[in-house]
């Protein structure tokens, strides 16, 4: 069929770098038949209604009735976390969670990771002295989050080669082409990471620190505790969000820059540009392409089409975000803009946790690369990118620069 | 700096309150509360807040006016063959949300002539709902609830001036002081007031409150600040439940009495009233329903000392808290020959506003709290609503249309959303809950304050309710728009174990024009003429 065909194209690897141009031919289909009776959906008022509709699940179908999944070799299998988990639980646990890291029982903990925040970006920045390239990917987009989310979290920095191989399973299965074989190695990697962290939840329950593992394991509010296995699951996502999606808001942040030397100009000028410029950044590059999560519980009709019930449904959150029904000129990168009611954080019930930190951690990274790279420059445009095309970005990003400007400390 | 949340379209995302903690608080899970008038300290973070909201709901130096639908819109000029855009007069009586929000929206669209607000408050316009919210728990100073400054906006100011009457044919507005006003086109915005007690000896008593005017608050303020006795709330609608959660939240005791059989019955039905009770009284109201209060008695200074109740009790009580409704501002139109009496000023779906004989005029507009218009959504009766996102929409319809030709004029067809936050739960509702027979929990868990509830009339949804459930009223408002069938018959994430409609119970929406007659006179249809029979 040619109509199926242009999301297989989105799907190819050599769309990467520029998926915009057919995510407009997408868009004439607001609601895409796809292989397997899923569709595909990409005009902006049909996801944002989708995102606000009870009759979409986010259960895989896989766990639907079942408890958790079985165990794999022999390790004791994990629930889904919220990300993939429906009212009451989804709201129970997210709820529970947000208590450690958010309003309104802590509103101010974002806020105050604010001075780490900026002593990592310097740290990584001061690195790049004496040199004049860099890889803004492996050497400061990567660690900087990841470090973030360990501090955070309670996880020590120096296991990351552990756990980075689990979060590749994971963001892995988030591929539309993913197939079973991917879903057995998350569900491996998930009880892996769950036992790693298992023995990290111990060792805080014997000794709580201000981590928000500690805040898990001892923590008990109205809603109770969470169980150990929903304490594990929780904590195995948000360390792996926590890195995975914000690499790429930085990585093509930068490169979205260095390709408008205007607006990186006005940037230097204006450091108070940076807050709507990520916002125009989470529309116009937004690190996550496509949410693939989601289920029909019901006969739904929208745009004309009957997407019936247990069709599975991807949400093609970038092509709304470029939708012209919905923003002028979308195409342009125009953080002047003043309407930014992006889609790159998701919405509705699912909404990004982590949005507050992944704003945090990108103000502070960009100012601070803008700030002190001199004459920085792309050495190659396109950059190589990730092989997912759902968590889209650049797997390296080469800059030449004439200098580093010293932090002042 | 002065901010605007439109709490109609927040969602509770609380992204706001992470990039500001110390201006937006969250009250619970999702009610917000905020300061409308932070310090010069706070511009970067409460711009930074504004940038990240999801919803795009939050207002800086500037009033409210995303255009619903998300959709961007863009504004065809009117005909200006008739000069009027240019050089016309245009008069706004009642200078509130509703008068600023016409006046801007009159201006955005191009309007160059001259504009006059006419208002008897003496303040500048400022912001009702926080009133009895966060400005009367303490959380944010009485002074800060005043609403953006509109700096060119370009218009004559007459504030602490009260109109007392409208000619129609010689388009004027009369002042209390004996000026006249002349207008090409007028827009009548003038609100409600708090409906005081009935008993005007027992009304003066020092202690007898209201709640509607920034004066008012700051009385009941400085009594909710000072004193420690119970607190007597007479009328468990909105403000009276706000009020009552506002006194717990301070520790004070209070007792609400109320006529009906729960709290908010009139707005949400028994149903769901119930529901509000039972929040009431965990959170230790003494709520007493299908109670009235008989008789107010002071001391021989003149302050309140006691209330009798029609329960047979006597409760000694410094304050009382007068909450029973609204009264609408139509003395001044008396005479003057429109569709206006104690059920609000008639206009079309345009906001003109009709003559007493039922005839539509084109130079005379309503917007607001005062403004009673038909909606086709529901069989075309006609709705007064006391919401705040309506006197924002409907004033931006009226406006539109004062400037605009017969061709390019737009209905107000939104469909009425309203929210209020008490006992730490936001409660939201779209449509009109009151059209209603039927009532279904489809989401959520009564019993953890967290559901929603829906609606249905004659096999079709009509309205919405939901509590600490926000990101779901959307939903909804599409079912409603598309007469979807109730009760809804399908699967849904977080479904109740029980899904059963039952009766709603709402009041009878007849009594809103209760007491309003007409009589008809004449026989040739060219002399045939509606008068309105006042009540006594
Ligand atoms: C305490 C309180 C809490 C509220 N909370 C909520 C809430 O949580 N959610 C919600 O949706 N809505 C709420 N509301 C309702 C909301 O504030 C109103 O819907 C809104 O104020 C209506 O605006 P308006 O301009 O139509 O009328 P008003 O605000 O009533 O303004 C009318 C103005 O006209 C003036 N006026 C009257 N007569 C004359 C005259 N003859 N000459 C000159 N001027 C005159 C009045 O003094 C007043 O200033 C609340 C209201 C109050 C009082
Ligand atoms: C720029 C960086 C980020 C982007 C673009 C991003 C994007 C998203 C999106 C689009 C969703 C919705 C998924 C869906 O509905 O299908 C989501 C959910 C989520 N994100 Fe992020 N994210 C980022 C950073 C983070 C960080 C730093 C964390 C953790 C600290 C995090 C934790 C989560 C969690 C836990 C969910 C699931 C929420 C739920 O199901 O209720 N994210 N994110
Ligand atoms: S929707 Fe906007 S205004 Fe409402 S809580 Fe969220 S960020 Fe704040």
């Not at chain 1, 704003?359 to 601070?368: D, G, K, M, V």
């Not at chain 2, 927040?10 to 992470?18: A, H, L, N, R």
């Not at chain 2, 005007?200 to 709640?211: H, K």
Request: proline letters at 7%; a negative charge; hydrophobic letters at 40%.
């Amino acid at each position: 069929m040619a109509e199926t065909s242009i999301f297989d194209q989105i799907l190819d690897y050599s769309h990467r770098p520029d998926p915009y141009s057919l995510y407009a031919e997408l868009r004439k289909t607001p609601v895409l038949r796809w292989k397997d009776g899923g569709y595909v959906v990409s005009t902006y008022r049909e996801i944002v209604a989708l995102l606000h509709d009870p009759r979409i699940s986010s259960i895989r179908p896989e766990d639907v009735g079942g408890g958790p999944p079985s165990a794999e070799e022999g390790l004791p299998g994990l629930p889904p976390a919220f990300i993939r988990r429906d009212p009451p639980d989804h709201d129970r646990l997210r709820r529970l969670a947000m208590r450690h890291f958010g309003p309104p029982h802590s509103p101010g903990r974002v806020e105050g990771m604010r001075d780490e925040v900026t002593e990592i970006v310097t740290d990584l920045i001061d690195a790049f002295e004496g040199g004049n390239q860099v890889d803004i990917v492996d050497e400061f987009a990567y660690p900087l989050p990841v470090t973030v989310i360990c501090r955070l979290l309670g996880v020590p920095r120096e296991d990351e080669p552990r756990f980075r191989g689990w979060a590749a399973a994971f963001v892995e299965t988030l591929d539309p082409r993913a197939g079973e074989a991917a879903e057995r190695r998350r569900t491996a990697a998930h009880a892996e990471l769950g036992a790693y962290l298992n023995e990290l939840a111990d060792a805080r329950l014997r000794q709580p620190s201000d981590d928000l593992l500690s805040g898990l394991v001892t923590g008990d509010g109205a809603d109770g505790r969470m169980s150990r296995e929903d304490l594990l699951s929780t904590a195995a996502l948000l360390l792996v969000a926590g890195h995975e999606t914000t690499v790429n808001l930085i990585a093509n942040g930068m490169l979205t820059l260095l390709r408008h030397p205007d607006v990186l100009d006005r940037l230097r000028r204006e450091p108070d540009l940076i807050d709507p410029l990520i916002e125009e950044l989470l529309r116009y590059e937004p690190p996550v392409h496509m949410s693939p999560l989601r289920t029909a519980l019901a006969d739904i009709e929208i745009a004309g089409t009957t997407i019936p019930k247990g069709a599975h449904i991807t949400l093609i959150l970038a092509a709304a975000d470029r939708d012209p029904d919905r923003f002028p000129d979308p195409d342009r990168f125009d953080p002047d803009r003043e309407d930014k009611e992006h889609l790159g954080f998701g919405g509705g019930i699912h909404y990004c946790f982590g949005a507050p930190l992944a704003r945090l951690e990108t103000r502070f990274a960009l100012s601070e690369l803008v700030r002190r790279l001199e004459n920085p420059r792309l050495v190659t445009d396109p950059p190589p990118y990730r092989q997912n095309p759902a968590l889209r970005g650049p797997r390296h990003l080469l800059i030449e620069f004439d200098g580093v400007v010293r932090s002042p400390a | 700096m002065r901010v605007v949340v439109d709490l109609t379209r927040c969602q509770g995302y609380g992204q706001c309150v992470f990039a500001a903690p110390e201006v937006f608080t969250m009250h619970g899970q999702e009610a917000l509360l905020y300061d409308p008038d932070p310090s010069d300290e706070q511009r970067e973070r409460v711009l930074r807040a504004k940038a990240a909201c999801p919803v795009q709901a939050i207002y800086v130096d500037r009033l409210a006016a995303h255009v619903g639908g998300g959709r961007s819109q863009a504004y065809p000029g009117a005909g200006d063959g008739d000069g009027f855009k240019r050089s016309g007069r245009v008069v706004i009586v009642g200078a509130s949300l509703a008068g600023l929000r016409a006046a801007m929206v009159l201006r955005r669209e191009g309007f160059a002539g001259s504009l006059t607000l006419i208002g008897d408050e003496t303040h500048e316009p400022y912001d009702r709902p926080p009133l009895s919210k966060q400005v009367l728990v303490g959380q944010v100073p009485l002074e800060n609830t005043l609403l953006p400054r509109l700096a060119d906006l370009d218009a004559e100011w007459l504030l602490g001036q009260r109109a007392t009457g409208l000619d129609v044919t010689g388009k004027r507005v009369h002042l209390a002081d004996g000026r006249q006003i002349g207008f090409d086109r007028l827009l009548i915005a003038t609100g409600v007031r708090a409906r005081p007690w009935p008993n005007e000896a027992e009304a003066a008593l020092d202690g007898v409150c209201v709640l509607r005017t920034i004066e008012d608050a700051t009385r009941l303020r400085q009594r909710l600040a000072t004193g420690a006795g119970r607190v007597l709330v007479i009328g468990a609608g909105f403000a009276g439940s706000e009020v009552a959660s506002v006194c717990r939240e301070l520790d004070r005791p209070v007792t609400v009495a109320e006529r009906g059989p729960s709290p908010l019955a009139g707005a949400l039905g028994k149903v769901i009233g119930a529901i509000a009770g039972e929040m009431q009284r965990e959170h230790g109201v003494d709520l007493r329903c299908g109670t009235t209060v008989t008789a107010l008695e002071g001391d021989a200074e003149g302050r309140l000392r006691a209330a009798r109740l029609s329960d047979g009790s006597t409760l000694e009580v410094e304050t009382a808290v007068v909450a029973l409704g609204a009264v609408r501002n139509v003395d001044w139109l008396e005479g003057a020959g429109l569709a206006a009496g104690v059920w609000g000023v008639g206009c079309d779906a345009g906001c003109r506003v009709f003559d007493i004989n039922g005839l539509v005029t084109d130079d005379i507009f309503a917007a607001g709290d005062i403004a009673r218009f038909p909606h086709p959504v529901y069989e075309y009766q006609f709705l007064a609503l006391e919401h705040w996102g309506n006197a924002v929409a409907q004033a931006e319809i009226a406006a539109h249309n004062m400037v605009s030709d017969q061709t390019r004029r737009w209905a107000h067809l939104s469909l009425p959303v309203f929210w209020s936050s008490q006992f730490g739960v936001n409660i939201k509702s779209v449509g009109v809950p009151t059209f209603a027979d039927e009532v279904m929990i489809t989401q959520g868990s009564v019993a953890e304050r967290r559901f929603v509830a829906v609606y249905g009339y004659r096999g079709r949804v009509t309205a919405a309710v939901t509590f600490d459930q926000a990101m779901w009223l959307e939903f909804y408002q599409r079912l409603i728009e598309r007469a979807a069938p109730f009760p809804p018959d399908f699967d849904m994430v977080g479904r109740p174990a029980v899904m059963e409609p039952v009766p709603a119970e709402v009041p009878q929406r007849i009594g809103v024009a209760q007491g309003a007659t007409v009589v008809v006179t004449g026989h040739d249809p060219g002399e045939r003429r509606a008068t309105l029979v006042r009540p006594q």
